[in-house]
T-cell receptor
Framework: DVKVTQSSRYLVKRTGEKVFLECVQD?????MFWYRQDPGLGLRLIYF???????EKGDIPEGYSVSREKKERFSLILESASTNQTSMYLC???????????FGSGTRLTVV | EDKVVQSPLSLVVHEGDTVTLNCSYE??????LLWYKQEKKAPTFLFML????IEKKSGRLSSILDKKELFSILNITATQTGDSAVYLC?????????????FGQGTILTVHP
């Protein structure tokens, strides 16, 4: 089975801190995605990557950046965390064909 | 801009009830519609629908797509407490490449014993 692993399940950070959320997949998928999930808003795409070192903005990229130095790892960076970035963050990956996403278990980030 | 709207946003039922969850969409280049179930953690795939009127079925769950009216429904019969979850629908429409999905808000289903 494809596995998408997010390094932290729960994270509490202070306003202004730089935060790294890590995601690793083990099936050689080209495409990786970062979503945030908020009640009543569903999942919203922050950034995605279709290849190593390639990235594209999603619908809500402000306040975030990403890094994909290796195919299996896609990192989401909050340059200066703010309270409105408190959310559940979901990473997903997908191979080149079809629409089969595999999601990680999520990181619940609280910014205080 | 692609849009996916789910209703209701939340639903509380008792075991044994049948529920219908709705998903309407507006996309510029429809390809498929996907349903996911999310319990405490990662969403898990339920169905992918591409053709109108063809029901997909898995146990007590079934789903159908209407491409003319631009909606899909997810039915769950004889609900159990284990069906309690957030149900998400999504579409990769809009001519996107790389598999970028647009999600609805989700329906929170709570099944009481």
């Amino acid at each position: 089975d494809v596995k998408v692993t997010q390094s932290s399940r729960y994270l509490v950070k202070r306003t202004g801190e730089k935060v790294f959320l890590e995601c690793v997949q083990d099936m050689d998928h080209e495409n990786m995605f970062w979503y945030r999930q908020d009640p009543g808003l569903g999942l919203r795409l922050i950034y995605f990557s279709y290849d190593v070192k390639m990235k594209e903005k999603g619908d809500i990229p402000e306040g975030y950046s990403v890094s994909r130095e290796k195919k299996e790892r896609f990192s989401l960076i909050l340059e200066s965390a703010s309270t409105n970035q408190t959310s559940m963050y979901l990473c997903a990956s997908k191979g080149a064909g079809g629409w089969g996403y595999t999601f990680g278990s999520g990181t619940r980030l609280t910014v205080v | 801009e692609d849009k996916v709207v789910q209703s209701p946003l939340s639903l509380v039922v008792h075991e044994g009830d049948t529920v219908t969850l709705n998903c309407s969409y507006e996309v510029t280049n429809f390809r498929s519609l996907l349903w996911y179930k999310q319990e405490k953690k990662a969403p898990t795939f339920l169905f992918m629908l591409t053709s109108s009127g063809i029901e997909k079925k898995s146990g007590r769950l079934s789903s159908i797509l209407d491409k003319k009216e631009l909606f899909s429904i997810l039915n769950i019969t004889a609900t159990q407490t284990g069906d309690s979850a957030v149900y998400l629908c999504a579409t990769p429409g809009g001519g996107t490449s790389y598999g970028k999905l647009t999600f609805g808000q989700g329906t929170i289903l709570t099944v009481h014993p």
